[in-house]
Every structure is written in structure tokens, then in C-alpha cells.
């Protein structure tokens, strides 16, 4: 069975410095690989998705990830945050039975 | 409507009273997802609808929930002698499916659910 996990259930990033967010999945077939944010009493938002193609994906936000095959990682970078990156991030996987599954959250804090 | 509604927002309830949760989807999306967020916890698959196929109810923590969806609109969450650790917020979420071409959901902004 697919699963995805988010070995962080909290990262604390400097204002203005480069932020990463880890993810790594496990899938049987070809990874459809996700990641959202949910923003303070705020619904779920997209942020960027990996189907195939560049290995460097970008997204909303000013947010990337980084699809990896070898080490089935999928992390989700930003070159500078911002205070207002703080949220709850989800990285998603979608296997061939198309079940969309979800990690189970990393909240990013940005320190001013 | 421009995106996902669910209602009610809030649900206050009594242990042992049954629930009805409802979920609007974007026009034309075929995909709907029903997923329980406990407080302070990551997204549980409860059931994924498809078009007309079976629905896929395999993250349905006991035989007290159930789903329905109407064609490709909407659906509705019920949970039967609500018991406490039921509370949760209840998210939906559709997609636009194409073939193998696997788009992203947007989510409604969830039910809170509160069995006292």
C-alpha cells in the first residue's frame, strides 16, 4: 500500500532564510506526489503537484519541491521565507488505486 | 458556486445522536473525498467517490459511518450514535479527473464536529 511520511512535526526557520520541509513516499507504481497548506483557520490550499516531466516542480507562494526517485523524496523548498509561510504543511501521494493519502502535517514556524 | 461549501460549519451533537454532514463540489468535478482531521492531526481518508464507479469506503473507521453522493454532486457524510471520539473537523474535497491525468483537490472548509 502507498503511504507518505513527514518525518517533522514541526520546522523552525529564520525569517528570510532558505526553508525546507521534508517528505518521502512509498508507492507500487509511478508517484502522483502533492503538497498543501493549511493557513491558521483556513481551508486546505494547493500548492504544487509532481505527475511526471521536471524533476523541479514550482508552485504558489514562491514554493518548489524537488522530486527525487532514488530516494523517494519530495521536499518542498523556498529559497527565503516569509512570517507569513507559518502554517501546517501536507504532502499528498496518489497511487495507482487512485486513493489520495496524506502525511500527517509539518508545522512551519517562521521566526521574525 | 466558485468552490467547495460544507455544511453545517459547526455541529454540536449528543453522544449517541446520528449526523448528517453535506458537501457541496465544484460544478463538473467527478472526485469527492471525505477525510476526518482529529485536533492537531493530519488528514484521515474516510471514502473517495468516482463518477458512477463503487466508491472506495476503505478508510471508514466503523460500520457507524456511511456516504452517499448524488450523480457527480453531492454528497453527504453520516455518522450514527455519534460517540466522542468522533470529534473532529470533517474536510471534502473534489477534483476534476481526467483519465490518468491526476489533478488537485480543493477543499471545502470543514465541518466541526463536537460530541459532548
Known amino acids: 500500500a502507498q503511504s507518505v511520511a513527514q518525518p517533522e512535526d514541526q520546522v523552525n526557520v529564520a525569517e528570510g532564510n532558505p526553508l525546507t520541509v521534508k517528505c518521502t513516499y512509498s508507492?507500487?507504481?509511478?508517484?502522483?506526489l502533492f503538497w498543501y497548506v493549511q493557513y491558521p483557520n483556513r481551508g486546505l490550499q494547493f500548492l504544487l503537484k509532481?505527475?511526471?516531466?521536471?524533476?523541479l516542480v514550482k508552485g504558489s507562494y514562491g514554493f518548489e519541491a524537488e522530486f527525487n526517485k532514488s530516494q523517494t523524496s519530495f521536499h518542498l523548498k523556498k529559497p527565503s521565507a516569509l512570517v507569513s509561510d507559518s502554517a501546517l504543511y501536507f504532502c499528498a501521494v496518489r497511487d495507482w488505486d487512485d486513493k489520495i493519502i496524506f502525511g500527517k502535517g509539518t508545522r512551519l514556524h517562521i521566526l521574525p | 458556486g466558485a468552490g467547495v461549501s460544507q455544511s453545517p460549519s459547526n455541529k454540536v451533537t449528543e453522544k449517541g445522536k446520528d449526523v448528517e454532514l453535506r458537501c457541496d463540489p465544484i460544478?463538473?468535478?467527478?472526485?469527492l473525498y471525505w477525510y476526518r482531521q482529529r485536533l492537531g492531526q493530519g488528514l484521515e481518508f474516510l471514502i473517495y467517490?468516482?463518477?458512477?464507479?463503487?466508491?472506495?469506503k476503505s478508510g471508514l473507521p466503523s460500520d457507524r459511518f456511511s456516504a452517499e453522493r448524488t450523480g457527480e454532486s453531492v454528497s453527504t457524510l453520516t455518522i450514527q450514535r455519534t460517540q466522542q471520539e468522533d470529534s473532529a473537523v470533517y474536510l471534502c474535497?473534489?477534483?476534476?479527473?481526467?483519465?490518468?491525468?491526476?489533478?488537485?483537490?480543493?477543499f471545502g472548509p470543514g465541518t466541526r464536529l463536537t460530541v459532548l
Open positions: 509532481y505527475i511526471t516531466g521536471d524533476n
Open positions: 508507492v507500487s507504481g509511478n508517484p502522483y
Open positions: 474535497a473534489s477534483s476534476l479527473e481526467s483519465g490518468r491525468y491526476y489533478n488537485e483537490q480543493f
Open positions: 460544478s463538473g468535478h467527478t472526485a
Open positions: 467517490f468516482q463518477g458512477n464507479s463503487a466508491p472506495d
